[in-house]
């Protein structure tokens, strides 16, 4: 039969041996029902990834305006408001701005010479992030600490962190505002784009029907798969060019 060999047996009469039988023996190769049970725990891994990747960036979009009007970050009360507005939209822009360019950002990603910067673009994006939070909290008590100085100057009465930050910008100008705002919404934004730049990969390696075996080994340089197929008992098993 196909896909058997024919040996000898001890009595001299042959017996026809299943290479996927003997393959699945004790040298440690997995058996065709173990193969399917982890391709079925793989695509549960990789829908469940896929997924969360997908809603990140809305959520991420929503998050900016939430916080701020939640007062979870420390800002000066009279510009939460707008603030929230602004990076909620901005926030939108770049969701929308991010998929407008999405061929752009896919063939990039699998473009030798270019891969390299878009595989590590989402982490300077991450970084960006942190580093725009400890700049922004770092500029809001210089910013605090000046408004203090400037009344102990002109010898009116002192006012706490939070009485600054509640009501001044209401009839005064605080130093380094602009910068403050910039940070505060750069560091919204950039999370944002490292999570819809990963979302997009995903999105791209769906659009493109390509397996995760074959994205994770595969030549990733926009040309179709190159496989080889083997057939052992009925079964098909794709194995990447770049594994043998």
Known sequence: MAGQVTVEQANGNPATVDPG???????????AAQQADQKTRLQVFANVFKS????????????????????????????????????????????AWLFYVRRTIALGSI???????????????????????????????????????????????????????????????????????????????????????MAMREYAIDVLGMTEQEWMYGAQDGSAPKLKEAKTNGVKIAAAKSLR
């Not at 003997?22 to 997995?30: I, P, V």
């Not at 922004?136 to 009344?151: C, E, P, R, W």
Request: no cysteine; charged share 10%; proline share 5%.
């Open 111 to 197: 473009t030798h010479g270019y891969r390299t910067l878009f595989n590590f673009l989402p982490l300077v994006l991450i970084l960006g992030s942190i580093a725009g939070y400890v700049a922004y909290a770092s500029k809001l008590d210089a910013s605090v600490a000046a408004i203090q100085q400037g009344l102990v100057q002109q010898k009116e009465p002192a006012q706490t962190r939070s009485q600054i930050l509640a009501n001044w910008t209401n009839d005064h100008a605080a130093p380094q505002m602009l910068e403050l705002e910039l940070l505060y919404l750069g560091m919204f934004l950039s999370a944002e784009a490292a999570f819809v730049m």
């Open 52 to 95: 969360y990747m997908g809603v990140m960036p809305l959520v991420t979009a929503a998050l900016a305006p939430l916080l701020t009007a939640m007062n979870v970050l420390p800002m000066y009360g009279p510009q939460r408001k707008a603030l929230a507005t602004i990076a909620g939209m901005l926030g939108f822009l770049l969701l």
């Open 21 to 31: 039988a003997s393959a699945a023996g004790g040298d440690g190769t997995q058996t």
